[in-house]
């Protein structure tokens, strides 16, 4: 019997009441797990198999089948604060279907893991204001997933994008902006979203965008997300702005 734990990123209703659970964990990837009786057993499963929490899984083989069995959960940690607030709510949806996205079949991925995991204790925190987090996660996950889009250099040149409040387009097919030398696409972003992306948490304070920057670095990534994916992700109609 194997260990793991997991977030759950979808429940699908199967039969009288049995549950097919996505899991995102952090030992094996994302996989997939039957939990019979879900709908019924509260003993087995703690907190009745809920999203936005960490579960310990114990999980079984089932013969010939890659459904593995889901036998008995437990809470690792459960996150009370972010449950008070409808956009912390859609915001941890949004990055738990997005790393569902990118996370490997029965692979271990573990920095995506730990990156999800994250984001859960940042909303959970009342001192961090979850409205500066969702681009910063796509950029984030974009990047560990290996298809980090090139902000700082125009994809064709190479030339640095100017400090001087200059915007440049992106090209979703090359992965990157385009410098005016090099392209006529409509300029969106600029040096200072940038810098704000890629920005550690506790150097937000000082570092702020503006509402259309926010919505321009937004838009381009939502856009080179499902461009590079061909996805559209539910949770993403949730997201407030
Ligand atoms: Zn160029």
Do not use: C, H
């Given at each position: 019997m194997d260990k793991v734990d997991a977030y759950i990123?979808?429940?699908?209703?199967?039969?009288?009441?049995d549950l097919i659970l996505h899991l995102i964990t952090k030992e094996m990837g994302k996989i997939s797990a039957i939990a019979r009786g879900a709908r019924r057993s509260k003993k087995r499963f703690e907190a009745?198999?809920?999203?936005?929490?960490?579960?310990s899984c114990s999980l079984g083989h089932q013969n010939r089948s890659n459904l593995f069995l889901l036998k008995e959960t437990s809470i690792v940690k459960s996150f009370q604060?972010?449950?008070?607030?409808?956009?912390?709510?859609?915001?941890?949806?949004?990055?738990t279907e997005l790393t569902a996205l990118f996370m490997p079949e029965n692979q271990e991925e573990p920095l995506l893991f730990e990156f999800l995991n994250h984001n859960y204790h940042l909303l959970d925190n009342?001192?961090?204001?979850?409205?500066?987090?969702?681009?910063?996660?796509?950029?984030?996950?974009?990047e560990l997933a290996g298809f980090p889009p090139q902000l700082d250099r125009c994809i064709h040149c190479n030339s640095l994008m100017p400090d001087t409040g200059a915007r440049w387009g992106f090209d979703n097919n090359q992965g990157g902006v385009v410098c005016p030398d090099c392209g006529d696409l409509k300029p969106i972003v600029g040096i200072n979203e940038l810098k704000w992306l890629v920005a550690e948490v506790d150097e937000l304070k000082n570092r702020r965008i503006n509402r259309r920057e926010y919505?321009?670095?937004?838009?381009?990534?939502?856009?080179?997300?499902?461009?590079?994916?061909?996805?559209?992700?539910?949770?993403?109609?949730?997201?407030i702005f």
């Open positions: 990123s979808k429940k699908v209703q199967y039969g009288e009441s009745g198999l809920s999203n936005y929490i960490l579960y604060f972010l449950l008070n607030s409808y956009r912390r709510i859609s915001t941890a949806a949004y990055a009342p001192d961090f204001s979850p409205a500066v987090l969702v681009p910063r996660i796509m950029y984030k996950i974009l919505n321009n670095i937004y838009n381009l990534l939502s856009s080179f997300i499902r461009y590079t994916t061909r996805q559209w992700l539910v949770s993403e109609k949730f997201l």
